[in-house]
């Protein structure tokens, strides 16, 4: 395991162990929009995300609009199809972990096309050929397993979080196969290299959204809460939405599978 997978399973053990030392109000209303928010560590949350916000004004959104003024919009079309290319395989395994073996297909499909026909994840073809990227994470699947999310977590550097996606985290990095890849040669340069680049094109994204929330907003901190919780339940729910289809289309097939034949059907049978 590398330094940074240490250092993130560190980070999240130390947030986590946290959480008893949360009080709920005692007043009814204010418990209720306590249990509405799930932020029993508002204030540690809130220093957190006060010292993120300072790394990014001094570092990470400087260097995300450098990166997009320099980088030619064709160019970081290109970076993104690559970096996303890389997570197939765990996509790929989180499909399978979800039960949904044909994703799991349509995802290596994805990666072998991309990776050979689109010169490594530079160009995206498999789209053309109905196989369009589907994003999935191990916070997915321990949604679909009944894992509960735990309370509003905002990670040092990584953001907003929540328990079960901070564990969610650490398991996509430990499936991925190009961070063991490197590791075992000495390369995690490249690991960090490529963890940069991301981190760079999605902040480049989002720079005028979020100014423009900022400037909107009467509590940045609440703002993204809201947001980022409300766009992860969607997720989510498309999620489990999916899961729920195909669980209900192995019931149907082994249904008719175990449902003796007709009439019809033994004679079609008897013919043959």
């Not at 947001?227 to 192995?250: F, V």
């Amino acid at each position: 395991m590398n330094r940074s997978c240490r250092s993130l399973i560190c980070a999240s053990a130390v947030l986590v162990g946290l959480l008893g030392c949360a009080t709920p109000p005692q007043d009814p209303d204010d418990r209720a929009q306590w249990e509405e928010e799930n932020d029993p560590l508002e204030p540690l949350n809130r220093e957190i995300f006060a010292v993120n916000r300072v790394i990014d004004g001094l570092l990470v959104k400087p260097a995300a609009m450098i990166y997009r003024g320099v980088v030619p919009e064709e160019g970081r079309d290109a970076i993104r199809n690559v970096l996303g290319n890389l997570k197939e395989p765990v996509y790929a395994a989180n499909h399978l972990l979800q039960g949904d073996v044909g994703g799991a297909g349509d995802a290596v499909a994805r990666f072998a096309v991309n990776t050979t026909v689109g010169v490594a994840g530079i160009m995206q073809p498999s789209a053309d050929m109905g196989l369009p990227r589907r994003p999935n994470d191990f916070g997915k699947t321990l949604h679909i397993w009944g894992t509960g999310e735990g309370p509003y977590l905002v990670l040092p550097l990584l953001g907003p979080s929540n328990p079960r996606d901070t564990v969610g985290l650490v398991a996509d990095a430990l499936m991925d196969p190009f961070m063991w890849a490197a590791s075992a040669n000495d390369l995690e340069w490249i690991t960090y290299t490529r963890t940069g680049l991301d981190i760079l094109d999605r902040r480049a994204q989002v720079i005028d959204t979020l100014d423009e929330i900022e400037r909107n907003s009467l509590d940045f901190y609440a703002q993204i809460r809201t947001l980022t919780r409300q766009r992860r339940q969607e997720e989510l729910r498309r999620a489990a939405e999916r899961a729920a289809a195909l669980s209900g289309d192995i019931e149907r097939t082994a249904a008719t599978a175990a449902a003796p034949a007709s009439g019809e059907q033994l004679a079609a049978i008897e013919r043959r």
